[in-house]
Nanobody
């Protein structure tokens, strides 16, 4: 089991930026790392995902052009740079990981093996 530790959430005004970080505690290469978010009363949705080599990435339509997912040089850290934040981006953001090759792409929540504890992002208008 991979332990995922997230950081970087907080309160920001509309139009502002935040950077989320997630570190995976494993000696294995994490094949897919992803960020999901869940607003109160809503399902947990995929925000962005990235493969182990960084060559493939995916973004939900709602965040394209505003959010950027990237992996650290150690391959098992993932970042989510969030710019031009809007109140509708308010949610708990979860980091997730999958060690398996060949899993569905882009991944759904059911495809991810391990999850972080979540970090709150609140955008005020």
């Amino acid at each position: 089991q991979v332990q995922l530790v997230e950081s970087g959430g907080g309160l920001v005004q509309a139009g502002g930026s935040l950077r989320l970080s997630c570190a995976a505690s494993t000696h294995s290469v994490v094949i897919v790392m992803a960020w999901f978010r869940q607003a109160p009363g809503k399902e947990r949705d995929l925000v962005a995902a990235i493969r182990w080599n960084g060559a493939d990435s995916y973004y939900a339509d709602s965040v394209k052009g505003r959010f950027t997912i990237s992996r650290g040089s150690d391959m098992n850290t993932v970042f989510l740079q969030m710019n031009s934040l809007q109140p509708e981006d308010t949610a708990v953001y979860y980091c997730a990981s999958d060690l398996r090759y060949g899993s569905m792409w882009p991944p759904g929540a059911n495809e991810m093996e391990d999850w972080g504890q979540g970090t709150q992002v609140t955008v005020s208008s």
